[in-house]
């Protein structure tokens, strides 16, 4: 990894990244389609990465960056909002002061550019939360999914920060009909999944879990 950043979990081996795919199946599957997509294109990611602030500390669930040009992705998955508060708190934190812990770690000054996205699962469950919340969530996301796509087709932004919500089908084929806008999510869409429960019945039952 560069200039010696260590991981805490893998995606191929390490306890707590395989306590994860056991407590949270769904959640991991979320995060091995993005990573997958992320390593095929040549960045650095780290998954379930840990990092600290003073008092605010968590796991970034999915990061991927280049120092040239100087970019941060960061990925939050969420499978569903039984507590949006606590989830919009956690997400904050983490856009506020995980992009000055990575930086620190890989030995750089400042990424010149910051993606921040949260991630819902394409079910109706989570769908329902974004409708009946679609203040908080466009709060949270007030920015379009562009570029989060760049970073899909390779080109990593070079400025700025944003952050968008978006939702992923792990059942879907091809990358284009995988994400789902937040705009496309508030108009009407129909899921393929009701729930998580179903989600992962789907997982298990497609060999995936």
């Known amino acids: 990894m560069a200039l010696g950043l260590s991981l805490d979990v893998s995606l191929e081996k390490g306890r707590h990244g395989q306590a994860r795919a056991r407590s949270d199946l769904v959640h991991a599957a979320m995060g091995e ?3 997958g997509w992320l390593r095929a294109l040549g960045y650095d990611i ?3 990465h840990p990092y600290q602030h003073y008092q605010f500390a968590g796991r970034a ?3 991927a960056w280049t120092l040239e040009p100087s970019a ?33 770690q890989l030995g750089v000054r400042a990424f010149a550019s910051q993606t921040h ?3 819902g699962l394409w079910s109706a469950e ?22 989060f796509d760049a970073w899909l087709k390779g080109e990593p932004p070079t400025a700025g920060t944003t952050s968008s919500v978006v939702l992923l089908d792990p059942f879907a084929s091809g990358r284009r009909a ?13 899921p393929r999944v009701r729930g998580y429960r179903e989600a992962a019945e789907r997982l298990r039952a497609e060999g995936r879990a």
């Open 33 to 35: 389609i993005e990573a």
């Open 46 to 48: 780290a998954i379930d």
């Open 61 to 63: 669930d999915v990061l």
């Open 72 to 104: 941060l992705l960061h990925i939050e998955n969420r499978t569903r909002f039984p507590d949006l508060q606590e989830a919009a708190g956690a997400y904050n934190a983490k856009r506020q002061y995980l992009a000055t812990v990575v930086a620190g």
């Open 117 to 119: 996205v949260m991630v």
């Open 126 to 147: 989570v769908i329902h939360s974004v409708r009946i919340r679609s203040a908080t969530f466009r709060a949270l996301g007030p920015h379009s999914r562009e570029r």
């Open 178 to 190: 995988t994400i789902i806008g937040l705009e496309h999510v508030l108009a009407g869409t129909r």
